[in-house]
């Protein structure tokens, strides 16, 4: 039985330090009624036998408590129980005055299993027991009588009402551990599910501006060749070779994709021989002028830079030429100091950039655009008028505290 700690919930396990204590308390009310019985026998009295049998009697009804679980989960049961023990200890301190130091002991358990209330009250009905007695033992009352009992009521109150405060706080401490548990188990949860969806968001981009306008590029000349093929078989065919060094192309963009590399494009040479290959077959493929212009002096640039520059002109250039009608597009690199830029404008029909064209891919291809930027702490802009053309422009930062270079990195 807990007899210090506060009255924990029904089936609480007693903690080492509590049921340190409680052996303590058990040891001391023996300790004390054996001091009782041993000084009456010692001293030879009238009434030594009789002590010892109140001695023994209070033990045994001491003893009771430790055993039944009721005592420590009902107050009620407690509260007969210490009123049994009280009943013991009394005819006790009537036999001798020595059994005023049982009080001390029941100080404690009456502040530990008695309501908060009503245990002040019972501990000082106690004292005033413990002092009453004393005092008709001795046959006076002084000073030293009354502080005995009562300083120890007190020093009783004070430690109980403290451990029972710092027991609270334990126990709000735990609380609050658990649920700082809990709450990282969330967040890594949620963070999961963030990068899983950032991935999904990734591939997503990546697939549109590789596969996806690759297999389109091919589609758009295997058409080319089907129109083609009645009346000019050589066109056909030479329509029929441009998609299959478009397929080439893709197989190897899908294969780079899938071992994570960065673009063959870049593979062995630098940005602006990329882009400038880029216009030049795009310009073969399609009956389309792409030229590529160059501002600046180039500087290196973070691969995540590159492959996101690529993939944009990639995506733009695809989108001219399915949807855009034109007949000349022109992608313009310039380095400016502390960012680099990138135009690509064309003349085709254009369009309403509050009211994307209602081409699936067309939308998400801006999306995609637009979020390579962002991640890269950049922007894009898209200028387009119907019947005048389009213009899109990125602008990144050369410095990029907040990027994710080993993310965007990750064609």
Do not use: K
Not at 318 to 330: D, F, L, R, S
Not at 386 to 410: F, I
Request: with cysteine.
């Amino acid at each position: 039985m807990n007899t210090t700690a506060p009255a924990p919930a029904p089936g609480t396990p007693l903690t080492p330090t509590t049921r340190a204590l409680t052996w303590c308390l058990h040891l001391l009310v023996i300790g004390l009624l054996v001091l009782a019985a041993g000084r009456a026998v010692a001293e030879g009295g009238a009434h030594a036998g009789r002590v010892v049998v109140a001695a023994v009697g209070c033990g045994l009804v001491y003893a009771v408590g430790p055993v039944l679980p009721r005592v420590r989960r009902s107050w009620r049961a407690a509260a007969l129980w210490l009123a049994a023990v009280g009943a013991a200890w009394l005819v006790l301190l009537a036999l001798t005055a020595d059994g005023v130091w049982v009080a001390f002991p029941l100080y404690f358990l009456q502040l530990h299993l008695l309501p908060r209330r009503a245990a002040p009250a019972t501990v000082a009905a106690t004292a005033a027991v413990a002092i009453a007695g004393f005092a008709a033992h001795r046959g006076t009352i002084g000073a030293a009588m009354v502080i005995g009992p009562a300083l120890g009521a007190a020093v009783a109150v004070a430690v109980v009402w403290g451990y029972q405060a710092l027991y609270r706080e334990s126990e709000e401490r735990r609380r609050l551990i658990e649920q700082l548990t809990a709450t990282r188990a969330d967040l890594a949860r949620a963070q999961h599910t963030a990068g899983v969806l950032a991935e999904r968001q990734r591939l997503a981009r990546e697939i549109h501006d590789t596969l996806a306008q690759g297999l389109s590029s091919i589609q758009l000349l295997l058409r080319a060749a089907e129109r083609a093929l009645p009346h000019a078989p050589e066109s056909a065919g030479r329509h029929v070779g441009q998609a299959r060094r478009a397929a080439v192309d893709n197989l190897a963009e899908a294969r780079r994709f899938v071992a994570a590399l960065a673009p063959p494009a870049l593979e062995d040479t630098t940005l602006v021989d990329a882009l400038e290959r880029l216009c030049a077959s795009t310009g073969a493929d399609h009956r389309l002028t792409a030229r590529f212009r160059l501002a600046g002096d180039p500087v290196p640039l973070p691969t995540a830079h590159e492959i996101a520059l690529l993939r944009i002109a990639q995506s733009a250039l695809a989108n001219t030429v399915q949807h855009a009608g034109a007949t000349t597009a022109e992608v313009a690199l310039s380095y400016l100091g502390d960012h680099v830029a990138m135009d690509v404008a064309d003349d085709g029909h254009g369009f309403d950039p509050r009211r994307l064209p209602g081409a699936r891919d067309y939308g998400f291809g801006l999306a995609a655009m637009r979020d390579r930027a962002h991640a890269l702490g950049g922007t894009l802009t898209v200028e387009s008028v119907p019947g005048h053309g389009t213009a899109l422009a990125v602008r990144l930062p050369l410095h990029t505290p907040a990027a994710d270079p080993m993310t965007e990195a990750r064609p």
